[in-house]
């Protein structure tokens, strides 16, 4: 059972490559799709592309509109959706990616560790699974696609 599953979260850890060199590992057939995650060119694409702009706001607004396109497309294409949300910085984008996969019927998995619980619960509520390491979220890929435990 092939499956397409799309990383969204924060971008400042290895969690991503940590997950596909998982599945990469045990033979799964998984293909990857993401935001961009390099910062400068995710915050610095509208402008880029569509011309500078005095406001920040609108400097902002304009990369915003043009990673939503990347983003609706990997979200509506995924059968699976991970979603992670790291320690350092607010990540209001993973939420709103959490949401829109909720809405869009995908089956969501939140990675978190537990300082987050209380804040995400409602997060944590529409997802079907809550971990807390990339090799938990290989692992359910992993069950998912084959059947299999982690020991088998």
Same mark, same amino acid.
């Given at each position: ?13 290895? $969690? ?9 590992? &045990? ?30 706001? $609108? ?10 396109? %990347?983003? %609706? ?10 979603? %992670?949300? #790291?320690?350092?910085?607010?990540? $209001? ?10 809405? &869009?019927?995908?089956? &969501?998995?939140?990675?978190? #560790? ?39």
């Amino acid at each position: 059972m092939a499956l397409n599953v799309y990383l969204s979260g924060e971008i400042h850890t290895n $969690w991503r490559e940590e997950i596909i060199a998982g599945c990469d590992a &045990l033979g799964l057939d998984v293909a990857f799709a993401s935001a961009v995650t390099d910062h400068a060119a995710s915050d610095d694409c509208g402008v880029a592309i569509l011309g500078s702009e005095e406001s920040k706001f $609108w400097h902002d607004h304009k990369g915003a509109k043009l990673n939503a396109i %990347r983003t %609706r497309k990997g979200l509506q294409e995924a059968d699976v959706v991970v979603v %992670r949300f #790291g320690e350092q910085y607010k990540q $209001w984008n993973a939420a709103f990616d959490a949401g829109m996969a909720a809405a &869009l019927g995908k089956s &969501l998995i939140v990675m978190h #560790g537990d300082d987050h619980q209380h804040a995400l619960k409602e997060v944590d509520a529409a997802a079907l699974a809550v971990t807390q390491t990339p090799q938990q979220v290989v692992e359910i890929l992993r069950y998912v696609e084959t059947g299999k435990l982690p020991d088998q």
